[in-house]
C-alpha cells in the first residue's frame, strides 16, 4: 500500500462489529451518502455514524476518495508491472511506492516478489518510469510489464466480507 499522508501505517485493528461493518457497505454503495442517512439504515444518530466513520478512516480501515476512470482524465497507458528483487524486498517497495504513475504495491509470494500498477499518460513515460526509475532501484533484477489493453472491470465493493 502506497504510504502518504491519507494511508496511515496498518495496524492490528480491533475486529469489525456488525454495525461498522454496515457502515462501511453504505459508504461503499454511495460515498458521499448522508450521515444521516446512514443512521437510518443502520439504527444510529447522525452523530453516532460521524464518529465511527471518523474513527474508520483516522484507523485506516476505510478510505473516502473519489475513484477516476484513468482514460478520462489523461491517463491512457496503464500497465501491471512484476518484478524480481536481490535482498530484502521492504526497500524496493519503498522507492516504488515514491515514484509518480505508481498507484499501488504489493509484496506477494510466488515467481514474483513485487507487483504494482503504473497508470502513465502515454508510452513514452512508461517507458521513462520503466527504463529510467525502476530499473535503477538497487535490488530490482527483473522486471516483466503487462500492458493493459482495455479495463472491463474495476471495482472497489468488496464489502467487508
Known amino acids: 500500500m502506497r504510504k502518504n499522508s491519507t494511508t496511515p501505517e496498518p495496524?492490528?485493528?480491533a475486529p469489525l462489529d456488525d454495525v461498522s461493518k454496515k457502515i462501511i457497505e453504505q459508504l461503499q454503495e454511495d460515498g458521499r451518502r448522508p450521515y444521516g442517512a446512514i443512521g437510518k439504515a443502520v439504527g444510529l444518530s447522525e452523530a453516532a455514524v460521524r464518529q465511527?466513520?471518523?474513527?474508520?478512516?483516522?484507523s485506516g480501515v476505510v478510505q473516502i476518495v473519489a475513484?477516476?476512470?484513468?482514460?478520462?482524465?489523461?491517463?491512457?497507458?496503464?500497465?501491471?508491472?512484476?518484478?524480481?528483487?536481490?535482498?530484502p524486498l521492504e526497500p524496493v517497495a519503498d522507492a516504488l511506492a515514491e515514484l509518480d504513475h505508481i498507484d499501488y504495491v504489493v509484496i506477494c509470494a510466488g515467481k514474483y516478489d513485487l507487483l504494482c500498477e503504473a497508470v502513465c499518460p502515454d508510452?513514452?513515460?512508461?517507458?521513462?518510469?520503466?527504463s529510467n526509475r525502476i530499473r535503477t532501484i538497487p535490488g530490482v533484477r527483473?522486471?516483466?510489464?503487462?500492458?493493459?489493453?482495455?479495463?472491463?472491470?474495476?471495482?472497489?465493493?468488496?464489502?467487508?466480507?
Open 11 to 13: 495496524s492490528v485493528a
Open 52 to 58: 465511527r466513520v471518523a474513527r474508520l478512516t483516522q
Open 67 to 87: 475513484v477516476t476512470d484513468p482514460m478520462q482524465v489523461g491517463l491512457f497507458r496503464q500497465a501491471m508491472i512484476m518484478l524480481k528483487v536481490d535482498g
Open 123 to 130: 508510452d513514452d513515460r512508461l517507458l521513462d518510469l520503466l
Open 142 to 161: 527483473d522486471i516483466e510489464t503487462l500492458t493493459y489493453l482495455k479495463l472491463r472491470k474495476q471495482s472497489y465493493q468488496w464489502g467487508t466480507r
